[in-house]
């Protein structure tokens, strides 16, 4: 099936680092990604992990997937009120005919 | 700017109308695809074209939902005799097959209201 699933909300105090979760269904995703959207606009990508990597960093995110468990996580370091937003997880469906996205995960970043 | 460009950015139109969006991909990309998002909830896939061809099509996209990419580049979106139901985000994305890593690059959207 296709069904990504993501807790719907994540308060943190600026400094400290953010973790947001995900979990999806196909075994054969090839890449998985996060999109970060702010209000009224489009999705802008993150970043993206290939199947066959259990980490990825990038600057102040770092990417972890647990392929056994079908298990996403984003790690924000050093979460800024700038980093407030909703955070999607995708995976890429059939040879990236079309990615699946969760609900969305909004993170609440307070002074 | 060169990233996916949608156009109207926001439109209001009374029930049983006919809207189109427009949308235009980044000039390289190949394939084009269309999401629907309700407030609350991550964008769902519509359909998508490589190049002019129309490769998939959502069980969501009735009768009433038309798109076309006639020359492989802008794309067009018709709903028609709108619902209120049909009151959402159309989201516009875009990307390479030559990438291989998939990724779909975003325009900023046409909001849709369904008075």
């Known amino acids: 099936g296709e069904d990504v699933e993501q807790s719907l909300f994540l308060s943190v105090r600026e400094g400290d680092s953010s973790v947001i979760n995900c979990t999806y269904t196909?075994?054969?995703?090839?890449?998985l990604y996060w999109y970060k959207q702010e209000p009224g606009a489009g999705l802008q990508l993150l970043t993206y992990?290939?199947?066959?990597?259990d980490m990825k960093q990038d600057q102040r995110l770092t990417v972890l997937l647990n392929k056994k468990d079908k298990h996403l996580s984003l790690r924000i370091a050093d979460t800024q009120t700038g980093d407030s937003a909703i955070y999607f997880c995708?995976?890429?469906?059939?040879?990236?005919?079309?990615?699946?996205f969760g609900t969305g995960t909004r993170l609440l970043v307070s002074p | 700017d060169t990233g996916v460009s949608q156009n109207p950015r926001h439109k209001i139109t009374k029930r049983g109308q006919n809207v189109t969006f427009r949308c235009d991909p980044i000039s390289e990309h190949n394939r084009l695809y269309w999401y629907r998002q309700t407030l609350g909830q991550g964008p769902e896939f519509l359909t998508y074209f490589q190049n002019e061809a129309q490769l998939e099509k959502s069980r969501l996209l009735s009768d009433r939902f038309s798109a076309e990419r006639p020359k492989g580049s802008f794309s067009t979106l018709e709903i028609q005799r709108t619902e209120q139901g049909d009151s959402a985000m159309y989201l516009c994305?875009?990307?390479?097959?030559?990438?291989?890593?998939?990724?779909?690059?975003f325009g900023e959207g046409s909001r849709l209201t369904v008075l």
């Open positions: 992990i290939f199947s066959n990597m």
């Open positions: 994305a875009s990307s390479s097959v030559d990438r291989g890593t998939g990724e779909l690059f």
């Open positions: 196909d075994s054969s995703s090839t890449y």
């Open positions: 995708a995976e890429s469906l059939r040879g990236f005919q079309k990615l699946v």
